[in-house]
């Protein structure tokens, strides 16, 4: 009876413990960020008429949170942080802001943003 009873304890452990491993990638209530795409102008006096597409991600979390990346069309879109250097983590409180320049794609051509946190993860859509 003792020897069936370990392979049974074990192999419940195993099974356990790979549902707590797939836990730690799960998905992060969309509602956390406000994820916005515009158009803003960037024109001065000695370069007239210019735009720049801007991603803006502001949080909705009344806790801190930490963005680990941001991925645009899977990573097929560029960006760089808009009008500062931008590097990660990103630390967020409460109605901060992450604005992103594009770089690689325009405003048209955005479908997808996955925002990566020490929460988990969240992704937003666009028509």
């Not at 509602?31 to 158009?39: I, Y």
């Not at 024109?43 to 991603?55: K, R």
């Not at 500062?84 to 604005?99: A, D, E, N, S």
């Amino acid at each position: 009876m003792k020897i069936l009873i370990k392979p049974i304890l074990l192999s419940t452990i195993v099974v356990t413990s790979g549902w707590m491993l797939s836990g730690c990638s799960s998905s992060l209530d969309p509602n956390t960020f406000t994820v916005e795409l515009s158009v803003e102008d960037t024109s001065n006096w000695y370069a007239q008429n210019q735009t720049a597409t801007v991603l803006t991600i502001r949080s909705n979390s009344p806790d801190p949170i930490e963005a680990k990346n941001v991925s645009i069309n899977n990573g097929q879109c560029s960006y760089e942080g808009y009008r500062r250097k931008i590097q990660y983590p990103q630390f967020f409180k409460m109605g901060q802001v992450l604005k992103l320049q594009l770089t690689g794609c325009g405003y048209s051509n955005v479908a997808q943003v996955d925002v990566e946190t020490d929460k988990g993860n969240a992704s937003y859509s666009f028509q």
